[in-house]
Structure formats: structure tokens, C-alpha cells
């Protein structure tokens, strides 16, 4: 029986469909130019470019020129890169243009597609970038992509980790950046601690491209970027603490995997506050006064640390370290680092040396930071099931691309199970038959543990021929998928999201050329060897085809359809054959966490034996509506999140807007003097109350409080006394003795020098109690869900208090530069001097429900002015920040005897 929604679809088409079919009369037009620019020599075609500004420069609009644009990109693509876009390709471009979200999936060549509404936007001469999940595809991006833009004429930039100023501000200046979201972001925020405008990198935020946008804006939107600087060694007190949690016993403590909360019962509160108090670090009747909370910030650290985070699974120990696994990806996470102290409650469990805490500098979130953009779109092979959250958050339509060839491939009912082990059994018989038919198996994981346990059984049944694919083997990683669509190939994964590689049946040949003739010079050995591959290949890929295509087959269901989605798109790429299926058992953790006690006893009833499974659509559709159960409360974390961050980003847009004034204005003589005027206003408003009679006046106090804040001995103790002097004449006297002090500071240093000073001590002092106030917004934050149980509401709670303490900040802002300027020596060196540094910075990306951070320390630690390079002996192996910047063909500081790209500096 069809829906109603299901009857309109099949009678008018979706609305993807009805879009699509909108575009059709711009892709014929497209196609009607190709005969006419392909009879235009090379310089012709490149000369379009130059028209078109042209034509721009007289009034045309970007949108007059999509139609010759594209065709201009398609033809150049043909000659630049030997692939002309398909017309599936071209609709894909036009919704980027339009600022939607192309659903394409993979295999389609979203690559490509970005260069058509790159091309066109980049005409305007503002920039465009093309935002991607990480450094290697940035590089590789560019690099590909950038020989079709200098065809044309356009300059192509790349932003990664590890470059210098001078080279990002040269990158952002070109026609099309590629750059990783994490430092667009960063980039942002370094930018606003700088104190020069010329210092500054990025030029404005005009059109960005999202690649894998649901990875982006959606699985790390929960984790705000943020700049922190170092505080004091507590490395002590984390040992202490962390040596009382073993003796913890069951009772003392509840753990919510769901919520991925622990906290201490009252039998394990008062256990905590006995042996606080035996080792001297507990003060007052209650573990929960005020003076203990920093003390019960750590303990409930230590003890997520020792029943919520699982070695192998969440972290692994490597060579003394800590070391995070991404939990999309499998991967390790060198360097980077939970926030909020929880990492250092790790260390402490793991016994290994604790590095130092960090405070916030600067913040921002994916949300606010890319919704500066005048014009935003992206593109990925899963974003259908965000639909709402794109258009919510981001205004963003997705739009399903069609396929330039249809999909093959056959996707399974899942098979249930009511143990892991019966699970296990299955899919290693599985393996075994698809093995037999030599198709290629790619099979999915959710962890590093899984995939290890699943070789481990593989390895005694006797098979080992077969590559794992996890955060132990990544630098290997983009080779192994690139092969794993060889026929009887074995590839056990992680997770298969944001890769950025192909799986292509029989194997790629380019990767293979690359990795097995490496350094052979050009000639007919080289030709020849290179036809050999490429003829293997295609045999390959035969023989893949008639086994099948691509088996995906996955041990278990993410929480996120999304994943399953594109670990399933792996297969049947460019109309390939291939067949997906998830096996699951009762014992998994979607099932356990999303009530799979209801479906055991039913199939108990049911008398299902051992090693049976349960195959039946029904069984998908309830997985699928727990699933969406998760994406909904994730979905509110997010939107929570950022309703949060909004309060903050009002506040963020008037600092860094004011900053970029102060910054441009070249005389702040007057903005000081209105500072300097609403101070005494503030002293004397504050000692001599409104209406009050004149023996009601604190003129003791008005006179310490101008000598303390304005640096004059008045005596204010002597006027109060003249008779029918009144408020106003005094704040007169006070404001004329202050302007003429000011006066003679400026005069006796020179206008020059006195400008620099005041521009230096405006800024370091906002930036100071601008990170001041962060703290105390994330010290809000964490407690203004209380409000809620007095029936108050938080977030207007949390809005009111912010608007406060922001007043509060302004109000400190005038008074400490007063106090400071009313003070300052001056020297007439000072105006040679270079402009102040920021603080020593260090990124982080944090998620705020798990306090995750994938972005910090080990050789991470960023300053402004980063070392070219750095002299051998200054280099210990050891640490990579001692490095500087190491030439891609040295060799690797580490000592292992490897060139650096191919070591340390390589491509991962």
C-alpha cells in the first residue's frame, strides 16, 4: 500500500527531482557551446577568463555567466585533466552556485564538480574556498585540481597545518583556497589576537564550498574551535586524586552510556570526602561548598576517566602518550587532546607524564563561524537524512544528484543475531564464500578493538591474507583503499567516512603506478611498465565484476544512518556491481543502549537456535527508528549548543569588530578621552550619591579612588568643604586636572609615540579581559542548567547573566586603560618597537557533550611567528615542536633515515 507522500512522489517526482529538472535547459545550453570552444586554441579558451571580468566589471552578474562559464570549465577540464563533466556533474555545480547542498554519491566525481561554481565565483575577485576534512585531501585537491584553475588563468592556494603567516596570507590572496575547516577557523581566530591589520591572513569570507559537508557542518559541529594558553603544572593533585577511584566499588558510583555520564552515589560522596580529608585536600562540612569545586571538577574527571573511557577503544598508550581514536574514523588522533582536564585525569589513570592544563584565548563553533560566509554550499555522498538540520541551521537545501549511471548494487536485509559470538561465526562464513567467489570484501567496524578481535578470528580460521585499515596502520591507508577492490581482497575498516579515496574494482592504477615505479625516470621502460599495470588492472577489474563487485559488509550499525550510508556507498561506484550487508547481534551497543531486552525474549518465543538469524524488514525499519531516535537527540545537542554559542558570538562580533577599529583608526586620542571621562563620571556617581547632602559625600574615598585609578593627588577632601560647590563642579575639576595631565604626556612624548601606546595598551588590555570573561561564561555555562530546577529557564538565564558580565567587561575595559595610560613611562624607543605577540596558542577542537578535543599539543603549539627552520642540534628527535619547518626532501629529524615526506611529513 503507498503513502499519500509516496502516490505525489511517484506523480510529480521529489523535490530533488523537480530541481533537477529545472537545470536541464541550462545543461543543454551548456552543451550547445561545446563544438565552439573546442575549435578555440588553448590562449583563446584561456582568454575567456579575462572576458568575463570584463564583463562583470560592466554589471553582468555571476548568474548571466553560468551558462559560458561552465562550458568554458568543462572544456578546460578535457584538455587540463583528461575528464570532461558529465551533465549530471554540471546540475551538481549549478546547485553549489546556488548555494545548496549536492548529494552525490560516491564515485561521482564531487571533486571535479566543485570546479564549476569555483570557476565562476572566483571571477569576482573576492576568493573562494574549498573546505575539506583534512590535509592530505587539501593537498592532493589543490594540486589535482589547481592544473584546470592555472589553465584558465586563476591562482590556486592551499592552507594546512605548519605554515607560516606570510605563506597563508600569499594563500588566501589567491582566486581558490583549499583548506581544512579546522584552520579556516583557526585562522579566524588568530586573526582577531593580532595587533596590525597587516599581520592579519585571511581577506574576508565570500564563498565557501564544503566538501563531505555533513562530516563538517554536522559529526564535528558539536565542537567548538578553540585557542587555549598554558596554566600552572596540577599534575600532583591529578595523581591524588586518581588514586582514590580503584577503591571505588559499584555502589559508590552510577554510569549512563547513553548520556556518557558518570557520577558518585551519596555511599560514594561521602567515601570521597573521608579520604579527601585523610590526605589533606578537602576543606569545609561538604564536598560541595564552594571552596571544594575545583576539587569535584577533578574527581568526576578521574572517575569518567576510569568507568566511561575504555583503552583500545576510546584511547590507546603509545610510546608514553595518551593518544585519542576518533570515534567516526578509527584513526588516532596524535596530539590531540580531551579538554576541560579530562585528558590529564587519562594520564593519571595510565601512569604516564600529565601535561599542563590549558585556558581559553578564543573560541568559535563550525556554526557561527561559516555562517559568516556571504554564500555557502556543500556536497557530499550522505546528507538526505539532515535535511532538516541543514536547513535549520544553515539554510542549505540538499538536493540528490541523479548518478550518471544507475546503481547496481543490491543491498541486504540485516541478519540479527542474539550474541556477538553466533555474529562472528556468520560473518566469517561469509568471508570464507565471498572469499571462494574471489570478490572483494570491504568490511566495516566501529572501533579499533572490533577490527582487531575480527583479524584475530580470521587470522585462527585460517585466513591471512587481509589488510586492516585502522588507527594503528593510517599512514598505509589511502594505498590499502585504493586496492581494495582487487578480487579476493580482504579490507577490514575502521570507518570508511571522509577518506577521500575511491575503492575501485580491480584495484587503482594510478596509485599503483605511483607506489611501484615511485622515482623511475620518463622513458619507454617506464611507458611500457605503466601500459603493463594499467592492463593488469583492467583484467582485475573483469574478474571483480564477474565475482560480484564490492561486498560491504558491516559488523555493526552506527548510531548515525549516515555512516552506514556511506560505508554501503562504497559499493556499486559508477554503476559497478556489488551488495551490502549488516550483520548484528543483541549484544551490540545500539542494540543494548536502545532496548533490545523487549526483541531477546521475542526471540526466545520465536525458539530461534543457535546460530540462526533473524532477516526480516521489520527488523531495519526498528533499527532505523532507533537510530533516528539518536540523530534527533544529537540534533539537539547541536542546536543547544549553539544557542549557547550565539549569546557568546553577539558578544565575539562586537569585540573583534571593535578590535579592527582600533586596529584601522590612527588616533585614538578621543576614544581614550571618552574612556577616561566615563571613569570619573563612574568615581564620582559612585562616591557622591545622587540627591545626597554634601556631609553625605565619601570625599576620603573619591580622592584614593582618583589617585588610584587617574594617578592624581587632588585635593578633593578640601573642595568638599568650599561652600556651594556642588557634584558637577567637582567631576569638572577632576575631568580638567585629568585631560591636562593626558595633554602633557601626549606633548612631552610626541604624537607618534603616544598613538602606538595607545593602540597597544587598548588591545592587550580588551584581549585580557576578553579571555577573562570566556572563563567566566564557561564557569556559567556549566552551571546554569540548575536554573531549571527552580523553573527558570537556563538559556534566558544564561542570556541575562552573559549580558551582565559583558557590561561588567566594558566597564573594566575603561577603567584598566585609564588606570594604565594615566600611568605609563613612556620611552621613545617604543615607536620603533615591533607590535606586541599574542601568548603562546595551542588549538583545540572540543566536543561539548564527551569533552573530546581533536586538536591540540604535540608539535601543535602555534605562535605568530613560527622558525623557518631550525639548526640540527637545536632538533630533539623526540619532540616535534623543536623541529621549525623541515624541507620535504631532508631528512627526518625523528633519525629514523627516511626523507621527511615520507616519514613524519607524510601525507595522512
Not at 553582468?60 to 563533466?85: Q, W
Not at 574514523?329 to 579530562?342: A, E, I, K, N
Not at 595610560?821 to 620611552?827: A, T
Request: include cysteine.
Amino acid at each position: 500500500m503507498i503513502s499519500l507522500g509516496g502516490l505525489a512522489r511517484k506523480i510529480f517526482g521529489s523535490p530533488s527531482d523537480r530541481r533537477v529538472k529545472r537545470y536541464q535547459p541550462r545543461v543543454e545550453a551548456i552543451g550547445a557551446l561545446e563544438k565552439e570552444l573546442a575549435a578555440l586554441s588553448d590562449e583563446q579558451l584561456r582568454g575567456k577568463t579575462e572576458e568575463f571580468r570584463e564583463q562583470l566589471a560592466k554589471g553582468a552578474t555571476l548568474d548571466d555567466l553560468l551558462v559560458p562559464a561552465f562550458a568554458v570549465v568543462r572544456e578546460a577540464s578535457r584538455r587540463a585533466l583528461g575528464l570532461r563533466p558529465f551533465d549530471v556533474q554540471l546540475i551538481g555545480g549549478m546547485v553549489l552556485h546556488e548555494s545548496g547542498i549536492a548529494e552525490m554519491k560516491t564515485g561521482e566525481g564531487k571533486t571535479l564538480v566543485a570546479t564549476l561554481p569555483v570557476y565562476l565565483n572566483a571571477l569576482a575577485g573576492k576568493g573562494v574556498h574549498v573546505v575539506t576534512v583534512n590535509d592530505y585531501l587539501a593537498r592532493r585537491d589543490a594540486e589535482w585540481m589547481g592544473r584546470l584553475y592555472g589553465f584558465l588563468g586563476l591562482t590556486t592556494g592551499i592552507i594546512v597545518h605548519g605554515l607560516s603567516d606570510e605563506e597563508r596570507r600569499n594563500a588566501y590572496a589567491c582566486d581558490v583556497t583549499y583548506a581544512t575547516n579546522n584552520e579556516l577557523g583557526f585562522d579566524y581566530l588568530r586573526d582577531n589576537m593580532k595587533y596590525e591589520r597587516a599581520q592579519m591572513v585571511q581577506r574576508g569570507h565570500n564563498f565557501a564550498i564544503v566538501d563531505e559537508v555533513d562530516s563538517i557542518l554536522i559529526d564535528e559541529a558539536r565542537t567548538p574551535l578553540i585557542i587555549s594558553g598554558p596554566l600552572e603544572d596540577r599534575s600532583e593533585l591529578y595523581n591524588a586524586v586518581d588514586s582514590f577511584i580503584p577503591s571505588l566499588e559499584p555502589v559508590d558510583y552510577e554510569v549512563d552510556e547513553k548520556q556518557r555520564t558518570a557520577t558518585f552515589t551519596e555511599e560514594g560522596t561521602e567515601k570521597m570526602e573521608t579520604m579527601l580529608r585523610d590526605a589533606g585536600l578537602f576543606k569545609g562540612a561538604s564536598l560541595y561548598d564552594v571552596e571544594n569545586v575545583a576539587i569535584v571538577h577533578h574527581l568526576n574527571n578521574a572517575l569518567k576517566a576510569h568507568k566511561l573511557f575504555q583503552r583500545d577503544r576510546d584511547y590507546i598508550v603509545r610510546g608514553g602518550e595518551v593518544v585519542i581514536i576518533d570515534e567516526f574514523t578509527g584513526r588516532m588522533m596524535p596530539g590531540r587532546r580531551y579538554s576541560d582536564g579530562l585528558h590529564q585525569a587519562l594520564e593519571a589513570k595510565e601512569h604516564v607524564k600529565i601535561q599542563p592544563e590549558n585556558q581559553t584565548l578564543a573560541s568559535i563553533t563550525f556554526q557561527n563561524y561559516f555562517r559568516m560566509y556571504d554564500k555557502l554550499a556543500g556536497m557530499t555522498g550522505t546528507a538526505a537524512t539532515e535535511a532538516e538540520e541543514f536547513g535549520n541551521i544553515y539554510g542549505l537545501e540538499v538536493v540528490e544528484i541523479p548518478t550518471n549511471v544507475p546503481v547496481q548494487r543490491v543491498d541486504e536485509d540485516d541478519e540479527v543475531y542474539r550474541t556477538v559470538e553466533e555474529k562472528y561465526r556468520a560473518i566469517v562464513r561469509d568471508i570464507k564464500e565471498a572469499r571462494k567467489k574471489r570478490q572483494p570484501i570491504l568490511v566495516g567496524t566501529t572501533s579499533i578493538e572490533k577490527s582487531e578481535l575480527l583479524a584475530d578470528r580470521l587470522r585462527k580460521d585460517g585466513i591471512k591474507d587481509f589488510e586492516v585499515l585502522n588507527a594503528r596502520h593510517h599512514e598505509r591507508e589511502a594505498f590499502i583503499v585504493a586496492q581494495a577492490g582487487k578480487p579476493g581482497a580482504i579490507t577490514i575498516a575502521t570507518n570508511m567516512a571522509g577518506r577521500g579515496t575511491d575503492i575501485q574494482l580491480g584495484g587503482n592504477p594510478e596509485m599503483r603506478i605511483q607506489h611501484e615505479l615511485g622515482d623511475m625516470p620518463e622513458g619507454p621502460e617506464r611507458d611500457a611498465r605503466e601500459k603493463q599495470i594499467r592492463e593488469e588492472v583492467q583484467k582485475l577489474k573483469d574478474e571483480a565484476i564477474a565475482a560480484g563487485g564490492l561486498y560491504v559488509l558491516a559488523t555493526e550499525r552506527h548510531e548515525s544512518r549516515r555512516i552506514d550510508n556511506q560505508l554501503r556507498g562504497r559499493s556499486g561506484r559508477q554503476g559497478d556491481p556489488g551488495r551490502s550487508k549488516f550483520f548484528l547481534s543483541l549484544q551490540d551497543d545500539l542494540m543494548r543502549i536502545f532496548g533490545s531486552d523487549r526483541m531477546d525474549g521475542m526471540l526466545q518465543k520465536l525458539g530461534l537456535k543457535e546460530d540462526e538469524a533473524i532477516v526480516h524488514p521489520w527488523i531495519n525499519k526498528a533499527l532505523e527508528k532507533a537510530q533516528k531516535k539518536v540523530e534527533a537527540r544529537n540534533f539537539d545537542i547541536r542546536k543547544n549548543l549553539l544557542k549557547y554559542d550565539d549569546v557568546m558570538n553577539d558578544q565575539r562580533k562586537v569585540v573583534f569588530e571593535q578590535r579592527l577599529e582600533l586596529m584601522d583608526g590612527e588616533s585614538l586620542t578621543e576614544t581614550v578621552a571618552e574612556m577616561r571621562h566615563d571613569v570619573i563620571d563612574d568615581l564620582v556617581a559612585q562616591h557622591i550619591p545622587e540627591k545626597a547632602y554634601a556631609e553625605q559625600w565619601d570625599a576620603k574615598g573619591l580622592k584614593e579612588a582618583v589617585l588610584t585609578n587617574l594617578n592624581l593627588d587632588l585635593p578633593v577632601d578640601e573642595w568638599v568643604q568650599e561652600e556651594g560647590i556642588a557634584e558637577d563642579d567637582i567631576r569638572a575639576r577632576i575631568t580638567e586636572a585629568a585631560d591636562k595631565a593626558a595633554a602633557e604626556r601626549a606633548e612631552r612624548f610626541g604624537p607618534d609615540i603616544m598613538a602606538y601606546v595607545e593602540k597597544s595598551i587598548l588591545l592587550q588590555t580588551l584581549d585580557h579581559l576578553w579571555r577573562e570573561h570566556l572563563v567566566n561564561l564557561d564557569h556559567l555555562r556549566s552551571v546554569i542548567g540548575f536554573r531549571g530546577y527552580a523553573q527558570r529557564d537556563p538559556l534566558n538565564e544564561y542570556k541575562s547573566e552573559a549580558f551582565e558580565l559583558f557590561q561588567g567587561m566594558l566597564g573594566s575595559l575603561r577603567q584598566e586603560v585609564t588606570k594604565n595610560l594615566m600611568r605609563v613611562e613612556l620611552v621613545r624607543e617604543a615607536a620603533d618597537a615591533p607590535p606586541p605577540s599574542a601568548p603562546p596558542m595551542q588549538p583545540h577542537h572540543v566536543d561539548s557533550t564527551t569533552g573530546e578535543d581533536q586538536f591540540a599539543s604535540e608539535g601543535d603549539t602555534m605562535t605568530l611567528l613560527r622558525p623557518a627552520t631550525r639548526p640540527a642540534e637545536q632538533r630533539d628527535p623526540d619532540d616535534p615542536a623543536t623541529w621549525g619547518k623541515v624541507g620535504r626532501n631532508e631528512a627526518c629529524p625523528c633519525g629514523s633515515g627516511k626523507k621527511y615526506k615520507h616519514c613524519h611529513g607524510a601525507f595522512v
